[in-house]
C-alpha cells in the first residue's frame, strides 16, 4: 500500500551527471518532507538534502553544496536529486525517505525506499 522508489542510479564517470527519483505510492507524497541519504561502503549513513512539504530545502552535506539540488513535483508524487559534477566519493548507495519535517536525522523519517546505486568512476 505504501511505498517509496528511487530510480535513476548508475554507472557515470567523475564530472557526470545524474537524476534520482523519488516515487511515492499509498500516499501523498506532498504532504511530507522528503529527504536523500546516502550510504557508502564502509561508512555511516548520511544526509545529504530535504525539501519541506512547502518546497522550501535544507542542505545536510558540505560536500554536496553548489553540485547537488532538490526539488519535487507534486502532480507527479515524486521528488528528485538532481546531481551534478560527480565524484568518486559520491558512489553509494542513495536513500529517498519521507518525514513530518527536514530535520536531517534519520529516526525523524517514517516512509523509505530500497536505494539506488549510483557509483561514480575515477
Known amino acids: 500500500q505504501v511505498q517509496v522508489v528511487e530510480s535513476g542510479g548508475g554507472l557515470v564517470r567523475s564530472g557526470g551527471s545524474l537524476r534520482l527519483s523519488c516515487a511515492a505510492s499509498?500516499?501523498?507524497?506532498?504532504?511530507?518532507?522528503i529527504g536523500w541519504f546516502r550510504q557508502a561502503p564502509g561508512k555511516e549513513r548520511e544526509g545529504v538534502l530535504c525539501?519541506?512539504?512547502?518546497?522550501?530545502?535544507?542542505n545536510y552535506a558540505d560536500s554536496v553544496k553548489g553540485r547537488f539540488t532538490i526539488s519535487r513535483n507534486n502532480a507527479k508524487n515524486t521528488v528528485y536529486l538532481q546531481m551534478n559534477s560527480l565524484k568518486p566519493e559520491d558512489t553509494a548507495v542513495y536513500y529517498c525517505?519521507?518525514?513530518?519535517?527536514?530535520?536531517?536525522?534519520?529516526?525523524?523519517?517514517?516512509?523509505w525506499g530500497q536505494g539506488t546505486q549510483v557509483t561514480v568512476s575515477a
Open positions: 525539501i519541506s512539504s512547502s518546497g522550501g530545502s535544507t
Open positions: 525517505a519521507a518525514s513530518g519535517y527536514c530535520s536531517g536525522y534519520a529516526y525523524e523519517f517514517r516512509y
Open positions: 499509498g500516499f501523498t507524497l506532498g504532504y511530507y518532507a
